[in-house]
T-cell receptor
Framework: AQSVTQPDIHITVSEGASLELRCNYS??????LFWYVQSPGQGLQLLLK??????LVQGIKGFEAEFKRSQSSFNLRKPSVHWSDAAEYFC?????????????FGKGTHLIIQP | DAGVIQSPRHEVTEMGQEVTLRCKPI?????LFWYRQTMMRGLELLIY????????DSGMPEDRFSAKMPNASFSTLKIQPSEPRDSAVYFC??????????FGPGTRLTVT
């Protein structure tokens, strides 16, 4: 069965600084990978996804992620964070494009932005 | 589009009572998913449907949980009888295969 590990439960970053959130997955084949963001009391919003092709994918809100097969990683990055980026971030893996079966989520990383 | 709609947004009930959570997927989507989010276990897939047919319910915790999708625009998740350990946020998501899932705002369930 597939699994997702987000090693950092909390991360604190100063506003304007760069950000990297780590995600490692375990799956026998090439997975479909996703990053979602959850603001307090809200549902999950898709930031970006990787299906195939270019290993560096661009998402919404200035986020990007890089798929590294050799490291089984899909880390999320942003060059300069804004206070509004404070939220919970979830990495997820699917067996398909994410639409035909369920996703397996990591436990999430709580991002705190310092002024 | 209004997105995935869930009701109620908050539900407080007493142990032993029946609870029904409702979901209206995005129009035109053909897959629907129910997830549960708790502090201890994170986000877990409970069950999902393709074209209104349940495909995988292996995540349903026990027989007290049941889900139905009578048509393409409506699904329910029922807990009978409810227990305090069922307290969680329940999310519904929908997709148009093979694209990504879109999540609803969730229902926060508290069982006392």
């Amino acid at each position: 069965a597939q699994s997702v590990t987000q090693p950092d439960i909390h991360i604190t970053v100063s506003e304007g600084a760069s950000l990297e959130l780590r995600c490692n997955y375990s799956y026998g084949a090439t997975p479909y990978l996703f990053w979602y963001v959850q603001s307090p009391g809200q549902g999950l919003q898709l930031l970006l996804k990787y299906f195939s092709g270019d290993t560096l994918v661009q998402g919404i809100k200035g986020f990007e992620a890089e798929f590294k097969r050799s490291q089984s990683s899909f880390n999320l990055r942003k060059p300069s964070v804004h206070w509004s980026d404070a939220a919970e971030y979830f990495c997820a893996v699917g067996l398909s494009g994410g639409g035909a079966d369920g996703l397996t989520f990591g436990k999430g990383t709580h991002l705190i932005i310092q002024p | 589009d209004a997105g995935v709609i869930q009701s109620p947004r908050h539900e407080v009930t007493e142990m032993g009572q029946e609870v029904t959570l409702r979901c209206k997927p995005i129009s035109g989507h053909n897959s629907l998913f129910w997830y549960r989010q708790t502090m201890m276990r994170g986000l877990e897939l409970l069950i999902y449907f393709n074209n209104n047919v349940p495909i995988d319910d292996s995540g349903m915790p026990e027989d007290r949980f049941s889900a139905k999708m009578p048509n393409a625009s409506f699904s329910t998740l029922k807990i009978q009888p409810s227990e305090p350990r069922d307290s969680a946020v329940y999310f519904c998501a929908s997709s148009f295969v093979p694209s990504e899932q879109y999540f609803g705002p969730g229902t926060r369930l508290t069982v006392t």
